[in-house]
């Protein structure tokens, strides 16, 4: 299948706990193929989006939550057992964390700030030696408080961590700390790297979501 000028086959998948990488990779998906492109949609835990093989996409855009210091482990397995298609493939990494939430915060004490950007780099430092994957470009993006969402232990841990990091505790109602334009931006350069038109044309698999 020939594609037009400037139309990329990109895949944006995604491994999620609470929900909100799973919006950061909603959001992608729907502004690319506003875009033009064709945009295959879906969660590593659920479905293979290599099962046809690496020249399926021009480039490939991955999303994982941090938790307690280490990315989904359903990333982390995914990642394993396609370090081949992942070499063959232009990549971009998106690292979501409540952290980088604190490196971004420019009211933040500079030694908070300063530790905050060590935890980032050491979560993504951990994925790399985990995987053995070294992403074509890699970002750190700030995540969510998504308190309505969590039980009463998992709400009472992370107030306990956001009064230390100095985000927001109340927790009557989930709080975005996402950047969307530094997001937007990243992806833009991931895809504008890619060169399209090589797609053989294989099936798409059956359950997954493409938004077109």
Not at 32 to 58: C, K, Y
Not at 100 to 118: L, M
Not at 164 to 173: E, L, P, R
Request: hydrophobic fraction near 40%.
């Amino acid at each position: 299948m020939q594609l037009a000028p400037g139309m990329k086959r990109i895949l944006v998948a995604y491994a999620t706990r609470e929900g909100h990488t799973e919006a950061i990779a909603d959001h992608l998906a729907e502004r690319l193929s506003t875009q033009g492109h064709i945009v295959t949609l879906m969660n590593v835990a659920n479905l293979d989006p290599f099962e046809d093989g690496p020249n399926r996409f021009d480039c490939a855009i991955f999303a994982a939550s941090v938790h307690l210091g280490r990315h989904e482990p359903e990333m982390i397995s995914f990642v394993r057992a396609h370090l081949r298609e992942l070499a063959e493939t232009p990549t971009g990494f998106l690292s979501v964390s409540l952290a980088e939430t604190t490196v971004e915060d420019p009211a933040a004490p500079e030694d908070k700030r300063e530790k905050a950007k060590h935890d980032v780099a050491l979560a993504i430092q951990h994925f790399i030696e985990d995987t053995g994957w070294l992403p074509s470009r890699t970002k750190p993006i700030a995540g969510a408080l998504a308190y309505t969402k969590y039980g009463f232990i998992v709400r009472f841990a992370l107030k306990m961590i956001a009064r230390s990091a100095g985000v927001s505790t109340d927790t009557s109602c989930d709080h975005v700390y996402t950047n969307w334009r530094v997001l937007d931006a990243f992806v833009d350069d991931v895809v504008a790297t890619a060169h399209g038109g090589h797609y053989h044309a294989p099936s798409q698999p059956p359950a997954a979501r493409a938004v077109s």
